[in-house]
């Protein structure tokens, strides 16, 4: 029989990359709790049995599929301008690429940013999000010990509302479209300027 979708890989061909693909989008769509196997096995146009080939189940995919967002996210933290000099560009060059990861990654970033730690893999997925964030707090906290932002402004408070905006992109920006307006690198730029443009401490 002839494949109607031409697009679509063929059923001998998927991987748990592919699959993985299909089911962020579907679990964005529909939520990971009202997503059941029947829905991902129509997405992707192949069996259940064919899905087990791959994964043991729903909770399996979410993991891989918010692994692959928390995986990018801490890779940052190991950049050598994230990991070594003044506080101050470190914390910048880790919202930069916070914000381009989150562009980069969009579907998978979204569905992290989506869970509210029903499973196991949901609690796991929330506990290394707070320690990222943490992470982010300390350099922050740390460029004010050494006198380069401001100390009159809670650290933990800024960490939220740089966040808040970074995280916000997952609600407008769509990488194709009209409505796409500025590209990865404008909208980083944006974000590092906004967000800390009134943190640093002014000079004479």
């Known amino acids: ?14 991987t748990v990359e592919t699959l993985l693909a299909v089911t962020v989008k579907v679990f964005n769509e529909r939520g990971y709790d009202g997503t059941s196997m029947e829905d991902l096995s129509r997405a992707a146009g192949i069996s259940k049995s064919s899905i087990y ?6 909770e399996e995919l979410l993991n891989l599929a918010v692994g692959r967002a928390l995986d990018s996210l801490f890779g940052i933290l190991d950049e050598p301008a994230a990991a070594a000099g003044p506080a101050a560009a470190r914390l910048e060059h880790v919202v930069r690429r916070t914000t381009e990861v989150l562009i ?3 579907p998978y970033v979204t569905l992290l940013l989506r869970v509210r730690g029903n499973t196991s893999a ?5 506990r290394r999000r707070r320690e990222f964030d ?5 350099l922050l906290a740390a460029a004010v010990r050494s006198g ?7 650290p933990r408070l ?3 509302l740089i966040f808040g905006m970074i995280n916000s ?3 407008w920006y769509r990488p194709e479209g009209d409505d796409k307006g500025a590209d990865a690198e404008q909208i980083a730029d944006a974000v590092v300027e906004l967000s800390l443009s009134g943190l640093r401490v002014p000079r004479d």
Do not use: C, F
Request: hydrophobic content about 35%; overall charge negative.
């Open 53 to 58: 080939h791959h994964v043991r189940g729903k």
């Open 1 to 14: 029989m002839v494949d109607i979708n031409p697009t679509r890989p063929r059923r001998d061909s998927y």
């Open 158 to 160: 800024a960490t939220r």
């Open 122 to 126: 949901e609690q796991w997925a929330l």
């Open 148 to 154: 380069e932002l401001r100390a009159d402004v809670d």
């Open 134 to 138: 943490h992470h982010v707090a300390e």
């Open 104 to 106: 980069a990654e969009l």
């Open 169 to 171: 992109l997952v609600e």
